[in-house]
C-alpha cells in the first residue's frame, strides 16, 4: 500500500506564497500522474494541478500563472508552489496518485489545510 504525506500548509496573508509538499512511501512519481485537489467548505472537490509521468503539466483556469507543480523522483516528492494567493485559494489541499492499467489505481494522502486571511 502506498500512503502519501501532505505538508506545507499554514495560514498566509493575501498575495503571499506557500509551497506544499506530497511525499510518497516509495517511487510511485514517474509512473502515476500526480495531481493536487482542494476542497473548500461547502463545496466539491476540485483539480487544481496535474503532472503526468511525462512531465506534462494541467492546470485549473483559477490558478493558472499562479500555481506550479513539479516533482522530484529522486526523492518520490510533488511540490504543489502557490504565489500571489487569494482567500478564495483557502480549503484542504490534496495530494493524488492515479494509473489506470486494467483498472484505476489510485492512491490519496490526507490532507493539508491552506488558509489566506489577512
Do not use: H
Not at 47 to 58: D, G, I, N, Q
Amino acid at each position: 500500500q502506498v500512503q502519501l504525506v501532505e505538508s506545507g500548509g499554514g495560514l498566509v496573508q493575501p498575495g503571499g506564497s506557500l509551497r506544499l509538499s506530497c511525499v510518497a512511501s516509495t517511487r510511485i512519481f514517474d509512473i502515476y500522474t500526480a495531481n493536487w485537489y482542494r476542497q473548500a467548505p461547502g463545496k466539491q472537490r476540485e483539480l487544481v494541478a496535474t503532472s503526468s509521468s511525462v512531465l506534462s503539466t494541467k492546470y485549473a483556469d483559477s490558478v493558472k500563472g499562479r500555481f506550479t507543480i513539479s516533482r522530484d523522483d529522486a526523492k518520490n516528492t510533488v511540490y504543489l508552489q502557490m504565489n500571489s494567493l487569494k482567500p478564495e485559494d483557502t480549503a484542504i489541499y490534496y495530494c493524488n496518485a492515479e494509473f489506470w492499467g486494467s483498472r484505476k489505481y489510485e492512491y490519496w494522502g490526507q490532507g493539508t489545510q491552506v488558509t489566506v486571511s489577512s
